[in-house]
């Protein structure tokens, strides 16, 4: 399926996303006059991260693509929350990376 399609699915049975609609950005609860709007966009291997990117520049995307998200709310971001799944032969040193790019990118 495509990410359309499944996001369609879900809007047939999820009709609110804390205090706003369901969207594919984030999600906002309000909080007395405050809104906390939160993502967590998991970055994917197969389809975000083409062969040439390094696992530095992987873990800086995934601020920036959840970062985007917020924004595009209007929020200011203020954390920072992420997904990861990864498969059992991933190297240490990948890992690594990706954490060196998300500590880089939130500097």
Request: a negative charge; aromatic letters at 6%; proline letters at 6%.
């Amino acid at each position: 399926m495509r990410e359309s399609e499944i996001i369609e699915l879900f809007l047939r049975h999820l009709k609110r996303q804390g205090d706003l609609p369901l969207g594919d950005d984030a999600g906002a609860i309000r909080f007395g006059k405050a809104w906390l709007v939160a993502t967590n966009d998991m970055l994917v291997r197969k389809t975000d991260v083409p062969d040439i990117m390094t696992p530095e520049q992987a873990g800086f995307k995934v601020v920036t693509m959840n970062v985007s998200d917020v924004s595009a709310m209007g929020a200011r971001p203020i954390g920072f929350l992420f997904s990861l799944g990864i498969p059992p032969d991933l190297g240490v040193d990948y890992l690594k990376g990706i954490a060196r790019g998300i500590e880089n990118a939130l500097e």
